[in-house]
C-alpha cells in the first residue's frame, strides 16, 4: 500500500464532507500454524487492509466496511455510511451523543520488530519440537502457533487523528493420550520471539499426568479448588463481559448495578483493567480514538469502577465519560468491556502451596463449553478440562473424569484464599475475522468451594 493507514483514513474521511464522521483502517499482517495428531494441517498467511466508516446523524449511527481501496470502492462505503445513518435519522432523533474529540494518547511498547518480520520458520521450529516431545512420551499433539502485526489508524470530523502499532504472538499445545487425556499449555506474549515449543510440549504432557492411570469419578458437590490460570482468566473474561460492561451496567443489567462501593469479593482481590501492564497485549486507545489508561474495577475486594464507551457514558448520565472501551466506533455489539484485565498476584509461591492446605478438593487447568446461566449473578456453566486431577492431603494425585461446573464468578472471589505470587498472560487466541489480539494476566487461585453439577459422559 503507497500510504500508511493514517494518510489511507484521512483519505477516506475527506469523502465524507460536512458530516459527523470517522474512518478507522486496519492493517493486519499474521500467520498461522495449526496442527493435529503431531502434523501440520492447516498453514494461513494474512495481509489485508479494512476501512471501516462511521457516519453519524441525529443521534444514529450508520457504518460501512470495505477492503477495496481504489476510489470506486472507497466511495461506495462513504455512499453506504451516509445512506445508513440518514435512513436511521428518518425514525426520530437516536440516543448517540456524537463522536468524542481529540485527547491525547500515550504510546507503549507492543510491538516487536522480529515478530513483524512474520518469519515462518520458527513456527516450523515450534511444531517440529512439540511433536519430538510428545512423541517421546507416547502422545500426540494438537494445538496452534501463530503471530501476527497490526496497524490501527483513526482519522475523525472532530479532529482525532491516531495510529497504534501492536503485534502478539501465541502458542497453544495440548498433548493427547491414545486413550484421549489431554494436557494443555500455552504461551502468549506482544513478541513470538518467546514462544519455546518444546517446554509448552513437556508442560502439556505434565498436565496429562500418568497416563496409566485410570481418571476416577467425583460425585456432585462443592469442593475446594485450584484453578490455573488458564482458567481464572476465562472466568474474568465472563465477569468482565457481566460485570463491568457499562452499557449494561446503564441499563440496570450489569451484574455490580447498584452495588458500586460495596464488598463483592475476597479482600485479596484486586483487578484492574491496565493497558499498559508489562505483560498484557497494549491498546494505546479504543475504536472511538479515545485514549486507554489504567481504569481500577476490584479494590480490595470493593467493586469499584465500570467501562464505558461515549454511549454507554452518555445513558448513564451524572457527567460519566468514556473510559475508553468502545469495541466499535458509535458502540452497541456486547457494549464496553475490559480488554487488558489484570489480576494482581498474591503470596503464594507456587500452585502446589495453594494445594498445601485442601485435604480433598479438585485442580482445573482449564475451562471450555461455558455459558452464561444467569448474567446478573454471573452464574455460568462449563465443563473441565486438560488437565482435572484429585486434591488429596495436599497434593495432587490421581486424574478426574471431567466435571460439569455451574458457579457463579462473584460468588468464587469471594470465597478465593489465597493467590500465586506469579502471573501468566493467558488468552483463547481465536483468530477467526479481524485480528484483534487481548487477554487477561492472572496468577492461579484456592477457592473455598467449587460447585460440581454433574460429569462428563
Known amino acids: 500500500m503507497p500510504e500508511t493507514p493514517i494518510e489511507l483514513a484521512e483519505r477516506v474521511l475527506g469523502l465524507l464532507p460536512g458530516h459527523d464522521a470517522q474512518v478507522t483502517v486496519t492493517q493486519e499482517r499474521s500467520l498461522l500454524s495449526r496442527f493435529a495428531r503431531s502434523a501440520p494441517t492447516q498453514a494461513t498467511e494474512v495481509a489485508d487492509t479494512g476501512v471501516e466508516l462511521v457516519v453519524v446523524r441525529d443521534g444514529h449511527v450508520g457504518s460501512a466496511s470495505t ?71 507416547g502422545q500426540e499433539a494438537f494445538g496452534v502457533w501463530t503471530a501476527g502485526e497490526v496497524v490501527t489508524a483513526i482519522a475523525s470530523s472532530n479532529g482525532i487523528r491516531a495510529q497504534d502499532r501492536v503485534t502478539d504472538g501465541f502458542m497453544k499445545v495440548m498433548a493427547r493420550t491414545p486413550g484421549a487425556r489431554t494436557g494443555l499449555a500455552s504461551y502468549a506474549a506482544t513478541a513470538s520471539t518467546g514462544i519455546d515449543g518444546e517446554a509448552l510440549a513437556r508442560q502439556a504432557v ?23 490460570p488458564e482458567a481464572v482468566g476465562l472466568l474474568l473474561e465472563f465477569l468482565g463481559m457481566l460485570a463491568f460492561n457499562g452499557q449494561l451496567h446503564a441499563e440496570g443489567r450489569g451484574a455490580l448495578s447498584g452495588r458500586l462501593g460495596t464488598k463483592v469479593a475476597a479482600p485479596s482481590i484486586n483487578l484492574a483493567d491496565s493497558p499498559r501492564f508489562p505483560r498484557t497485549l497494549p491498546r494505546s486507545f479504543d475504536a472511538e480514538g479515545v485514549p486507554k489508561g489504567p481504569l481500577p474495577l476490584l479494590q ?21 465519560v468514556s473510559t475508553g472501551h468502545a469495541l466499535t466506533p458509535g458502540g452497541g455489539g456486547y457494549g464496553p468491556v475490559p480488554t487488558n484485565l489484570v489480576l494482581a498476584g498474591g503470596g503464594a509461591a507456587s500452585e502446589a502451596e495453594l494445594c498445601a492446605p485442601i485435604e480433598r478438593g479438585i485442580y482445573v487447568t482449564r475451562l471450555w463449553y461455558v455459558n452464561v446461566v444467569h448474567p446478573s449473578q454471573t452464574l455460568l456453566t462449563g465443563m473441565t478440562r486438560d488437565g482435572t486431577f484429585l486434591i488429596e492431603d495436599g497434593k495432587v494425585t490421581r486424574p478426574l473424569r ?56
Open 206 to 228: 505434565a498436565k496429562v499426568g500418568d497416563p496409566a492411570a485410570v481418571p476416577v469419578d467425583l460425585p456432585t458437590g462443592a469442593y475446594p479448588v485450584v484453578l490455573a
Open 402 to 457: 471431567d466435571v460439569r461446573f455451574t458457579d457463579s464468578v462473584l460468588r468464587l472471589l469471594e470465597h478465593t484464599e489465597a493467590l500465586t505470587a506469579e502471573q501468566r498472560l493467558v488468552t483463547e487466541a481465536e483468530y477467526y475475522g479481524r485480528r484483534f489480539a487481548n487477554g487477561v494476566v492472572t496468577p492461579a487461585l484456592r477457592a473455598g468451594d467449587f460447585r460440581i453439577t454433574g460429569g462428563a459422559e
Open 67 to 137: 477492503n477495496r481501496l481504489d476510489d470506486e470502492g472507497l466511495r461506495a462505503a462513504a455512499a453506504q455510511a451516509i445512506l445508513a445513518a440518514t435512513a436511521l435519522a428518518a425514525a426520530g432523533p437516536g440516543e448517540y451523543p456524537g463522536l468524542p474529540g481529540p485527547a491525547p494518547y500515550r504510546s507503549h511498547d507492543g510491538w516487536d520488530a522480529r515478530t513483524a518480520a512474520l518469519d515462518p520458520e520458527p513456527a516450523g521450529a515450534a511444531l517440529a519440537d512439540a511433536f519430538a516431545v510428545t512423541a517421546e512420551a
Open 300 to 320: 480490595d475486594g470493593v467493586a469499584h469502577r465500570i467501562c464505558h464507551d461515549t454511549r454507554s457514558a452518555a445513558e448513564a448520565g451524572d457527567g460519566i
